[in-house]
């Protein structure tokens, strides 16, 4: 992180800037808005800053700058079009540790001012930290669109009832929940559509009829996170994701998604690789449990979809039995996203009428795989947790009378930004998984399906 983000408070606070031109103008508006007690120094003042000054809004001192000028106050911002003064400004105020910003010279800032959309409460800043001004005002566009101005509405509202939801609600997660719910409803729909006393009417009645104890109560969110890409998670896991106490979850669950959890969340590792358990299962289980009974509104997120080879019912098994309220939340299966990402159709007409997900997991001493069954070549089958035991897989389908040269592939870390897809044949593809030292997570793939990724292959192989 680059800058320190952070909003100022500076009502009444002495704020000074040097010179009097547009860009000054542009300056001074914006203190003015926050409130700042604000003195100009320039020979010379544009219109507009003259009749600030004149109704009494600026103080203006009509001379060149000069380092006293420095003292006492709060934030300096150089916008002159004399580089020595501006240099002389941002030296003085480093010396004193005041605030600087000399206008368009990122060097010579202590702060930068942000773009912002404002919707006073509401107040939502972009800054690029100076890479790329543009980018941060394409954002400020797309934002400003897609958020309406009732949300400045609604902000106001709430805080005009916080006392009073902080004195009715003691417990902090109970207030919390109780806004979750709140801001969402009938009360944000009235207040979008620029109905505020309909909205406050909606939020005191919450507000009246809302039961701490059920507020207080706990939950569990089993969430299908996808296959690692961020662009694919569902609406409904982003916003449980922000609104979890705590997270559990494992390495199928990428460090690009976990960054998207509320930042305030406790974040348990589970671990989850093969053979070596971070956490065996029924602790999971049992820990789901206790957390719930706590009060805690727990997210177990899980790669993939969570009732997909994912153990997701054992999960919730354990909960239903202590009675703890849970939810599904379902995820895009890896077999989807490597499909779709790899451009191998999982059915197609001219080619498979069936798709068969299993397991390549060992239980014990054998892969428990109804063999007979995944030979027939108008079926495709996708074997998930299938890397290690691939000269096996493959040589029992041959074995129980699939073709040697049925077209297979293996996709590595599907969807991501290291996808790797290789293709071969059910003889061929064991070497190549060695060759290329492909590790998991990755899905094996047979089937004639797999013949279109040459032609339907639509992304770019990583380099
Ligand atoms: N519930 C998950 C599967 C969990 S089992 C789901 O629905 O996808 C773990 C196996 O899933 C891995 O061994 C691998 O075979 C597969 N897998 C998960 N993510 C993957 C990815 N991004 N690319 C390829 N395979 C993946």
């Known amino acids: 992180m680059d800058y320190f983000p952070l909003f100022l408070n500076l009502r009444r606070q002495r704020c000074l800037i040097v010179g009097g031109g547009d860009v000054a103008l542009r300056k001074a508006r914006l203190l003015l808005a926050a409130g700042a007690e604000l003195i100009v120094v320039s020979p010379d003042l544009a219109d507009e800053l003259a009749a600030l000054r004149d109704r009494g809004e600026i103080t ?7 380092q006293a000028d420095i003292d006492g106050m709060r934030l300096v911002i150089a916008a002159t079009d004399d580089e020595a003064v501006n240099a002389q400004v941002h030296a003085e105020c480093e010396a004193r540790n005041v605030l600087v910003n000399v206008v368009d010279t990122p060097e010579k800032c202590r ?5 912002i959309i404002d919707r006073a409460p509401l107040m939502v800043a972009i800054s690029t930290g100076g890479a790329a001004p543009v980018l941060a005002r394409q954002l400020r566009a797309r934002i400003e669109a897609t958020l309406p101005h009732g949300y400045g509405v609604l902000a106001r509202l709430a805080g005009a009832l ?17 806004w979750e719910t709140a801001l969402e409803g009938p009360a944000a729909e009235k207040a979008l559509a620029g109905n505020e006393a309909g909205a406050m009417a909606e939020l005191e009645q919450r507000l009246a009829h809302s039961d701490a104890a059920a507020l207080q109560r706990g939950a569990v969110y089993l969430v299908g996170a996808g296959p690692g890409n961020p662009d694919l998670l569902t609406f409904r896991a982003l916003r449980l994701m922000q609104q979890a106490d705590v997270v559990l979850y494992d390495n199928l669950v990428a460090p690009a998604i976990i960054e998207l959890v509320r930042r305030d969340a406790e974040r348990i590792y589970v671990g989850k690789k093969s053979n070596n358990h971070a956490l065996p299962q029924e602790d999971i289980n049992r820990l789901l449990v206790k957390l719930a009974l706590d009060g805690k509104t727990v997210l177990r997120l899980k790669g993939g979809d969570p009732f997909i080879f994912g153990r ?11 009675g703890v309220d849970f939810e599904v939340v379902p995820g895009i299966t890896s077999a989807s996203g490597a499909s779709c990402y790899a451009g191998i159709p999982l059915t197609h007409r001219d080619h498979a009428q069936s798709v068969t997900f299993v397991t390549g997991h060992r239980r014990g001493d054998a892969i428990e795989l109804d063999w007979p069954r995944l030979v027939s070549p108008s ?20 074995a129980h009378g699939r073709d040697a040269g049925t077209p297979a592939a293996i996709v590595e870390k599907a969807t991501t930004a290291e996808q790797r897809v290789l293709t071969g044949t059910l003889a061929s593809l064991p070497a190549l998984i060695t060759r290329h030292g492909i ?23 990583s380099a």
Do not use: N
């Not at 203006?60 to 000069?66: L, M, P, T, V």
């Open 379 to 398: 079926e495709t089958v996708v074997i998930y947790m299938g890397v290690k035991q691939a000269p096996h897989i493959c040589e029992q389908l041959i």
């Open 111 to 115: 702060f930068i001012v942000p773009s």
């Open 439 to 461: 590790k998991p997570p990755a899905l094996i793939i047979v089937g004639s399906v797999v013949s279109l990724h040459g032609k339907l292959g639509w992304r770019a192989p």
């Open 312 to 322: 997701g019912g054992e999960e919730i098994e354990e909960l239903a039995a202590a």
């Open 162 to 178: 916080r006392e009073r939801v902080k004195t009715r609600f003691g417990d902090e997660r109970a207030r919390r929940r109780f």
């Open 60 to 66: 203006h001192a009509q001379r060149e700058f000069d």
